[in-house]
């Protein structure tokens, strides 16, 4: 299978198989977001850690979501990147809709906005306690479409939804999470108001809903000292260029090019997005280290926009996107791909923005992924890696049948 329609367990290798192993990264990422509370998507109930809340204008509709804390709430996510073909768009196109003939595209302008999209499925080959993580984070983002829904019955809206949870295979399960990333590149603003943009993705079928949550019978025991890792790293003297919200030459994409594109004045947009070893990853870089298989953590923000289909009448479109504010490579791919290669090397400062934190995403930066979990049992020094896998007790989650209440 090609990295164009990859799927997790669609390929075994070395690195995947390393990742499952006892005190490995799959034992380490449970323990850390079962101990998160609600700063884990897998852990937050709506209603209850957080609520919605219209942040835009009194006439607006649109709303997101704020913590009991009364800030804009943020959660931490997980999953391993699936391919193109099932909807992740990291290129230098974003997830732009060229409209329906490709021989006389809609073209991406200065004034047009685009971003990435990154879908993310449950990790190949994971253990049981990572499975029901993955499964939870479903059950808590399909819960709020369920709560929209039981309402516009209620009213008699007729609504037509583009959910940030989606079934990648022909079951109708919900398997998939559509996390949205920030702006890909500097947009100026038209005097006149523009006409609604359809995006790359194609509205799914129905899913199946209502789900229900798999509950954890014990706690995972604690990791240990994390190591206080900075939310952004240190730049390097060497490359003082890169930073959190630094904007560079549109040209550096490797796909650039062809009748898609008419900038003039777009920048690329640096994100806070962080490789395994915590150095930012550069847009152009994308397809490098977000390579399909690849495992991500990230925090984000909910936020939903509403838009009348047909002025006056009672008909709409709700688009639910889970917004990243800041993503972390966990376990890097060995899928085969193409490189990039920039097609310039310059790269202009213009400005720096304010770097996002939260105590969603403070509570994912502490973690130390590059360091083993402290071992479940002692080993003498006569015993191999390969004895010690056979005698450690398996640490996963217990599952057990729970009401809702």
């Not at 904007?247 to 008419?262: K, Q, S």
């Not at 992924?369 to 896998?389: H, N, V």
């Not at 007790?393 to 809702?404: A, E, F, N, T, W």
Request: proline fraction near 7%.
């Amino acid at each position: 299978m090609s990295h164009y329609n990859y799927l997790p367990n669609n390929i075994c290798t070395p690195m995947f198989e390393e990742r499952k192993k006892p005190n490995g990264v799959y034992d380490k990422l449970a323990h850390a977001f079962t101990g998160m509370g609600a700063n884990a998507i897998a852990n937050a109930e709506l209603n209850q850690d957080f609520f919605r809340f219209n942040f835009e204008e009194a006439w607006s509709s649109n709303y997101s979501f704020r913590g009991v804390d009364s800030k804009t709430y943020t959660g931490n996510i997980f999953g391993e990147i699936v391919g193109q073909s099932n909807g992740t768009f990291i290129g230098a196109q974003g997830n732009h809709y060229i409209g329906p003939d490709p021989s006389n595209p809609k073209q991406l302008d200065d004034f047009t906005k685009t971003k990435c999209t990154i879908v993310l499925a449950c990790p190949s080959f994971a253990t049981p306690a990572i499975s029901d993580l993955f499964y939870n984070q479903i059950c808590t983002l399909s819960s709020i479409r369920d709560a929209d829904q039981a309402e516009e019955i209620g009213s008699g809206t007729e609504v037509v939804p583009k959910e940030m949870v989606k079934s990648l295979r022909n079951s109708g399960d919900l398997d998939a999470i559509i996390l949205t990333g920030p702006s890909l590149y500097t947009v100026m603003k038209r005097s006149k108001t523009l006409s609604n943009q359809k995006d790359q993705s194609s509205i799914s079928p129905p899913a199946k809903r209502n789900m229900k949550k798999r509950s954890c019978a014990e706690r995972l025991e604690d990791v240990g000292e994390p190591l206080d890792l900075p939310i952004v790293p240190n730049v390097s003297a060497d490359d003082p260029q890169i930073f959190v919200g630094a904007e560079y030459d549109h040209r550096l994409m490797p796909d650039f090019g062809g009748p898609i594109f008419a900038f003039r004045k777009a920048k690329l947009i640096q994100p806070q997005w962080m490789n395994i070893d915590n150095e930012l990853i550069v847009p152009w870089k994308n397809y490098d280290y977000l390579r399909p298989g690849t495992l991500i953590a990230a925090t984000i923000c909910i936020e939903v926009f509403v838009m009348p289909i047909v002025l006056g009448s009672n008909k709409f479109r709700k688009i639910y996107h889970a917004l990243i504010t800041s993503l972390k490579v966990i376990a890097e791919s060995d899928i085969a791909i193409t490189p990039p290669v920039p097609f310039l090397s310059a790269q202009k400062k213009v400005r720096a923005i304010q770097e996002s934190s939260s105590q969603a995403a403070e509570a994912l930066a502490a973690i130390d992924w590059s360091t083993p979990m402290t071992p479940l049992s002692a080993s003498g020094s006569d015993r191999t890696l390969e004895d010690d896998e056979k005698h450690i007790p398996s640490q996963g989650l217990k599952q057990k049948k729970v009401k809702k209440q």
